[in-house]
């Protein structure tokens, strides 16, 4: 898989026939390789600057090693949400990447570079760009793009860390977004129950607290000890 971008220079051509006809041939290149090429719109693109724009040059390309690329900062940062994608073919999406980030007032390029976050860091809607990929029918990897200077400082332990965090956190998101065959494939946590039973609350006391005269004040009595450690079992009805 090949990744190719819009074009961002100041004398590009604007014409959507001339890129498609561009795109054909690179397609026609890419099979003889046995490759695919998915095309990105550049949130800062010259003349394609939104995935709108980008599907309409691939669709006309019509080469099947030509696939669009979806990116959530570059859609998100445009205006555009996950209605954007409304009838695009999922197999015909090549590639999804997902970046988070805060929102902020500033040129486009600079922010993509500098201050992309992993989801749930920042304030964009990356759950909602990636569930309707999802729902398109695209099965394709996902990919965490993040340009950032604290990433790039950070230890990349940590990163990683963080990076498995934000799946774990967009999963979740996406269970509660998806529904049918689709939510199925998500392995997120389960709904949160009604009521939770808990067994007994545990907390440690630090020596000569008053903790012996809360529990009791509260109704709570001494039901055990432990044989070894210095632990009380304390009971009221059934909080223990």
């Known amino acids: 898989m090949f990744l190719a971008c819009s074009n961002a220079l100041p004398d590009a051509v604007d014409d959507t026939d001339l890129s498609a006809e561009q795109l054909h041939?690179?397609?026609?290149?890419?099979?003889?390789?046995?490759?695919?090429?998915?095309?990105?719109?550049?949130?800062?693109?010259?003349?394609?600057?939104?995935?709108?724009?980008?599907?309409?040059?691939?669709?006309?390309?019509?080469?099947?090693?030509?696939?669009?690329?979806?990116?959530?900062?570059?859609?998100?940062?445009?205006?555009?949400?996950?209605?954007a994608l409304t009838g695009i073919p999922g197999d015909r999406i090549g590639f999804l990447q997902v970046a988070d980030a805060p929102v902020l007032d500033m040129n486009v390029l600079e922010w993509s570079r500098h201050f992309r976050c992993f989801p749930g860091q920042g304030t964009l809607d990356v759950a909602g760009v990636v569930a309707a990929v999802l729902e398109s029918g695209y099965t394709g990897p996902v990919s965490l793009e993040i340009f950032s200077d604290v990433v790039r400082e950070a230890d990349p332990f940590v990163t990683a860390r963080d990076a498995m965090r934000s799946l774990v956190f967009l999963e979740d998101q996406l269970g509660e977004r998806l529904s049918g065959p689709v939510r199925e494939k998500i392995s997120a946590a389960p709904p949160v129950p009604q009521r939770t039973d808990a067994a007994f609350v545990e907390f440690a006391a630090p020596a000569g607290s008053a903790y012996v005269e809360l529990l009791t004040g509260l109704g709570f009595h001494i039901a055990g000890r432990h044989r070894s450690k210095p632990v009380v079992r304390w009971r009221n009805g059934g909080a223990t």
């Open 25 to 83: 041939a690179v397609g026609e290149l890419a099979a003889s390789f046995g490759v695919t090429v998915a095309f990105e719109a550049l949130a800062w693109g010259r003349h394609i600057d939104r995935v709108g724009q980008a599907w309409a040059v691939v669709e006309r390309a019509d080469h099947p090693a030509i696939t669009l690329a979806v990116d959530t900062f570059h859609m998100l940062a445009r205006g555009d949400d996950g209605a």
